[in-house]
């Protein structure tokens, strides 16, 4: 075999691959489920989501493009970590739908005062920024936000659906 079609088989092979991967269906919460509890993991790039102290799905997300470490002042391009609250829903927002996160708490606004930077906020939990829908789950190879989680859009959606405000997340390294 030449190494022409090799390498049009190992094309053909990855087109293959990549369209299962961003065709491959995932499964839905119950239609009863409230999300109670998000717990994010940074160094995993996953996002927890819990009723009732059950595990009712995994998500894979992306972060700030400075995703290592506590974020420190606005600007930083790295994700908050702690506890906070989902404060605000908004189904208008330039990245399709979000979750607001009650960024910045006590600590965080310590940590900017002894910088002497703002400490920011508009922390969310969003999917793709309107007219990219079709970068689908392609959008998890990278950490391309400013700081906050980002979902597809179909994710979003259904967290959004179920978690009402006043819901805990913590976000850890």
């Known amino acids: 075999m030449t190494i022409l079609k090799k390498l049009r088989l190992l094309f053909i092979g990855t087109f293959v691959v990549l369209i299962a991967y961003y065709c491959f269906p995932q ?3 119950p239609a009863t489920v409230t999300i109670d509890n998000i717990l994010v993991l940074k160094s995993k790039r996953q996002l927890l989501a819990y009723s009732n102290g059950q595990l009712i799905k995994t998500y894979k997300i992306s972060l700030g493009r400075n995703p ?6 606005e600007g930083d ?6 506890k906070y609250t989902i404060n605000e829903k908004n189904s208008k927002s330039d990245f399709y739908k979000n979750l607001g996160i009650s960024y910045p708490n006590q600590a965080d606004i310590e940590r900017a005062r002894k ?4 400490t920011g906020g508009s922390i969310k ?6 007219g990219f829908a079709f970068i689908g789950k392609f959008q998890r190879w990278i950490d391309w936000t400013a700081g906050c989680i980002a979902l597809t859009n ?5 967290l959004y659906e179920h978690t009402p405000i006043g819901t805990q997340i913590e976000i850890k390294p």
Do not use: A, S, W
């Not at 290592?68 to 002042?73: F, G, I, L, V, W």
């Not at 939990?125 to 309107?130: D, V």
């Open 68 to 73: 290592k470490r506590q974020k420190e002042y």
């Open 154 to 158: 179909e994710e979003i959606d259904e």
């Open 115 to 118: 910088m002497k930077q703002p």
């Open 77 to 82: 391009k790295k994700t908050p970590e702690g």
């Open 27 to 29: 499964g839905k919460f």
């Open 125 to 130: 939990i969003h999917g793709l920024k309107n």
